[in-house]
């Protein structure tokens, strides 16, 4: 021992004058030899294809120690059960249920031989007990869904299309300082109304002077996607500091997310896609009336939309055109300047047109003139060969190591609104305006300061890229680029301009085959 320090509490009002201070000396007397145990069983059942059961109960004593490990300083009892039952197979198999039901319990408790922060041994059960550590956590989740097709039309659309699921899960957790208790639940329910076959009319078969693509084109007149889907995630957290006066903390979440999926592919170049998003805060049973359709506060409101347009022109042509629009609105009071109307709203929009075009050179000619001449020909026909052949011969070889030109043209619109009191046109929405046609009311109308600002901005973006094929395994290519953007907001407006000019690469791809 190097050092020793000792110290004197008084826990009386007046001074101590007089007294005396005896210390016992340290000794060594002999190893410690005190035995650690442990002990672990384990079950595992499968019950055919009904079910399963494992179970696992594990204890090591406070002197237990792993190799070149310290003592475990604590009495830990661990008993984790799971279970899982195929609840579908107690009816027919024809139906083609999916039904599991699963079921998790764990206890995991720790119980301290020596004083939380101390080196106090503790020798009655009802001290140990007091600084215990102490988990608990219980599982439980179910779903439904259906493998096979009825011949029943009702079924077909209804049952044969549900998928619902549901999780719930509650847990404890005792320290010497805290009790924390959480418990949440989740369930979704989804209906797919996709029609399973598609259904098609040739509107264009009459017309066989115009093109093939044209002529060839069907009507897909049903949706090739569409889904409802609905989820409620519920939550809620409880905290009580034991050491400062039972101080408690509460925190509660319920949420409803309502969502819209569709597709829609008239023609095979032609895909149209729409999705909406919906939050509701339904944390206040007040404000809730199943009946009446009314699930809380509107929180969150998110929507997407896009056109997306790939005619089959021809072989040596692929243009495209797409258009997409995205909106989302946040009402989370949570998210908002104190102050403000609980109507208010702050908007992000995004919409983007692009014009892409991919073409090919040297199918072009051979579309036109065909394959060219191979360079076998006889020594009696290239005599007789003129200047412009030749011209031509050289253009088709240029032509023939030139890559495929892709050429893209995208306009970008944003804008980001803040205080708005009700919801934007449906024009603004889809991206067919740029007027939402909602005003925020002014900062002296309201008494506050406005501190966001509105923000706008547009770009335009325009980039191709080709290359030339200097050798069989040599590339050379190049991706230049132009942009010009422009940001307004209430106190700024700032314009730039890009170009990347050039961007060369050069790509060898040497042929393993030949280093074999």
């Known amino acids: 021992v190097r050092q020793f320090v000792m110290g004197v509490s008084n826990p ?12 016992d000396e ?11 145990m442990a002990g672990r069983l384990s079950i595992d059942a499968t019950f055919a294809d009904l079910g399963t059961f494992r179970g ?43 039904m599991p039901v699963r079921i998790a319990w764990r206890f995991n408790k720790q119980l301290p031989r020596l004083q939380v922060g101390s080196d106090i041994v503790l020798l009655r059960s009802e001290d140990r007990e007091e600084q215990r550590r102490e988990d608990t956590r ?18 077909a659309w209804t049952v044969d299309r549900f998928r619902v699921n549901f999780a719930t899960s509650s847990s404890i957790s005792r320290t010497v300082t805290r009790e924390d208790t959480s418990s949440t639940y989740n369930g979704s329910f989804t209906w797919d109304l996709t029609p399973r076959d598609p259904h098609t009319l040739p509107i264009f ?57 569709g597709k829609m592919t008239p023609f ?36 997407t939309f896009g056109i997306d347009v790939r005619p089959d022109v021809a072989t040596w042509l692929r243009p495209g055109y797409s258009f997409s629009t995205t909106y ?35 199918r072009l000619l051979t579309s036109a003139f065909g394959r060219p001449v191979s360079s ?62 909602v005003t925020a009311p002014s900062a002296d109308s309201t008494g506050i300061i406005s501190i966001q600002q509105d923000r706008q901005s547009e770009s335009a973006t325009f980039s191709f890229d080709t290359g030339v094929k200097l050798f069989a395994d040599i590339n050379l290519s190049t991706r230049p680029a132009w942009r010009s953007a422009k940001t307004v907001s209430s106190n700024s407006n700032i314009e730039t301009r890009s170009r990347t000019w050039p961007d060369a690469a050069l790509r060898w791809t040497p042929p393993l085959r030949g280093f074999e």
């Open 26 to 36: 340290l000794r060594t007397s002999d190893v410690r030899r005190n035995k650690g």
């Open 205 to 261: 078969k009459w017309m066989p002077f115009m093109p093939d693509f044209v002529t060839k084109a069907e009507l897909r007149y049903l949706p090739s996607q569409l889904s409802l889907d609905s989820r409620i995630n519920r939550s809620k957290q409880v905290g009580i500091n034991r050491q400062f006066d039972q101080t408690r903390t509460e925190r509660f979440r319920r949420n409803l997310n309502r969502s819209l999926r």
């Open 376 to 437: 076998g020909s006889s020594s009696e026909d290239s005599t007789g060969r003129s200047v412009g052949s030749y011209m031509y011969g050289g253009m088709r070889s240029f032509f023939g190591i030139l890559n495929p030109v892709n050429m893209t043209l995208s306009l970008d619109k944003q804008q980001t609104l803040f205080g708005l009191r009700t919801r934007p046109v449906a024009s603004y929405r889809f991206g067919f305006s740029d007027d939402p046609g």
């Open 268 to 303: 095979k170049a032609v895909s149209v896609d729409y999705a909406l998003n919906v939050t509701n805060d339904m944390r206040a049973d007040s404000l809730i009336s199943v009946s009446s359709l009314k699930f809380g506060p509107e929180i969150d409101y998110n929507q």
């Open 56 to 98: 696992t109960f594990r204890q090591m004593g406070s002197h237990y120690r792993f190799i070149g490990q310290p003592e475990q300083g604590s009495t830990t009892t661990l008993l984790d059960l799971n279970s899982s039952l195929n609840f579908d197979k107690f009816f027919p198999d024809k139906w083609g249920l999916a």
């Open 138 to 155: 219980l599982q439980f989740s179910s779903s439904y869904s259906k493998r096979s097709r009825s011949d029943n039309f009702l079924a």
């Open 328 to 362: 989302r609105e946040n009402r989370n009071p949570e998210q908002q300047i104190v102050g403000t109307s609980p109507e208010d709203r702050s908007v992000n929009y995004n919409n983007r047109k692009s014009v892409r075009s991919n073409l090919n050179m040297d």
């Open 12 to 23: 009386h009002d007046h001074v101590l004058s007089l007294g005396e201070l005896w210390v």
